[in-house]
């Protein structure tokens, strides 16, 4: 399982690419390129806020899953079983 | 300590955290709730939708926020404790809330009426984003490990009573007055009546003692000098905090919008149900669901809760298209027998306030169907003094009203009572769930993150892009239409639906495959 949840880790940056793409291609350039003026502010959150914090997280989410920070280990004596040194 | 003496020591703890968290969601939805008639008071007159959209703005505005209330009032809550910081964002909701019922319109101040509006909505966002974390802490903190998910359960009921309470404010204060009272002052009853709460649930959270987790920490120096540091600054904690967001919240986030929201959408703008019979459909389900928040976070704590909320979120994934599909064949008059013989049309012609010598046609049709559902639909035109230049626009809609009969009604309530049941899953237990994977020292600021980007973000993000993918759809239909080619979208008000499917499908498969169920880094 720990080797399925490394290799998932490239679907995981793979998908935050596709997340950004869709976040900027669909949602923010088109109100950035409207002529409402009032396009400009969910633009701007697209853009600025829930694309950088959507796409890091799941980025960073992904390089964890394929450096092995949650690789699963048994453990008997203690409730931690994900990887915490 | 005895079950009895617990329960009754914990009821109290219960009944003060939440009667507090239920203000501020009332707070937080009364706003959405009322929108239309915001736009019309608050953002420059003229253009209705431009208006609506600019609310729209700062209601997206509002979620955006909560991260950012999270992390503010989250490691305030971590240094100088719980009950201070929650109640902090209780006043600064109720405060907020209520100064939004007191601003005059934009006619009276001109611009200065939407700054304040748009001030007052981000600190309620900022509020929001505070109270949720401090309140599921405190009564975990207060809770014994074994029953944690009960308790906490109770806390997760609030959100949707808020919104009940809301739609029930709502519909009692226009019942009370005439619709003219109400688009004149009434809308601001619901505002006012806040502070009223709020005044007493400070007074009863003042009463309140502090977390004796949290209390213990402080004795003994264990609290951290830098939540934010070591909350998100070390990868140790950090890669737990995107498990939750990914692995739990972001899926919750979007079942609970899907379920409680976006259910009351499709019904009011796909359906086009009255606006009163559609706020009464969702009450009902909000009202027979609420007791399964408890039943699962009981549940929780004696099978877990991790397979309770994946199977929550698989169980609407699966089925959020077929649901949809019914809502669409019980509420849609597309799909009903019209009787022909008993519509009436009326038509009242009017001379136009703003152009001299034209005139304005407003035509009433009132239709009804074999099942007993009755429609009444408005369309007005104008009509040039210049003949010339008449039957130059067609009738324009702007108005349409669905009543519908008793059993396209409670079947309508059972569906979106099934929605309400996938939330019930996903949210009951989570509120432990998150609590257990924080330490203390640093646990409001954790679990407040990653819960407000689910739910502010993954789950705010729902309406901007389930209308995009079926306004797209439609589009593609009308287009295929014109050119004689086959629809290429069978059901495209169902096309909306793709968002929360892959959300939570990403949200299952991450949760399922990396989070452990027996993962619980609380070291008490």
Known sequence: MNQIRKYLGFVWVALALAAGYYLIVNQAIPKFESPKPEDRIPAIIYAFILTPIIVGGLLVFGYYSLTGEYDIYEDSEHHLHIKED | MSFQTEKKGLAGIIAASSVGTLIEWYDFYIFGSLATIIATKFFPAGNQTLALLSTLATFAAGFVVRPFGALFFGRLGDLIGRKYTFLLTLILMGLSTFLIGCIPSYESIGIFAPILVLVLRLLQGLA?????????TYVAEHSPAERRGFWTSWIQT????????SLLVIITVKGAMSEDSFGDWGWRVPFWISIIMVGISVVIRMKMSESPLFAKAKA??????NPLKESFGHKLNFKFVLLALFGATMGQGVVWYTGQFYALSFIQNTLSVDVAQASRLIMWALLFGTPFFVLFGWLSDKIGRK????????????SYRYIYSEMYSAGSVK??????????????TTADPKLAGDSIRTTTTHKSYEDGTTMKEISKLHI???????????????????????????????????QVLFVTMVYGPIAAFLVEMFPTRIRYTSMSLPYHIGNGIFGGLLPAIATFLATKATQANDAAQKAGEALPYDKPFLEGLWYPIIIAAVSFIIGALYINGEDNRTED
């Open chain 2, 384 to 418: 040039h003094a210049d003949a010339s230049k008449a039957d130059v626009k067609k009738d324009t809609t702007i108005s349409r009203a669905v009543t519908l009969d008793s059993s396209s009604f409670w079947k309508l309530i059972f569906w979106v009572f099934i």
């Open chain 2, 220 to 225: 003994e120096g264990k609290t951290s000098t």
């Open chain 2, 335 to 348: 799909v009903k027998t019209e009787i022909a013989a008993n519509t009436l049309v009326e038509i009242k």
């Open chain 2, 158 to 165: 609030t959100a949707t009573i808020g919104l009940f309470v």
């Open chain 2, 128 to 136: 929001l984003g505070g109270e949720y974390g401090g309140a599921a």
């Open chain 2, 307 to 318: 397979w309770i909320m994946l199977l929550g979120m698989l169980i609407a994934l699966l």
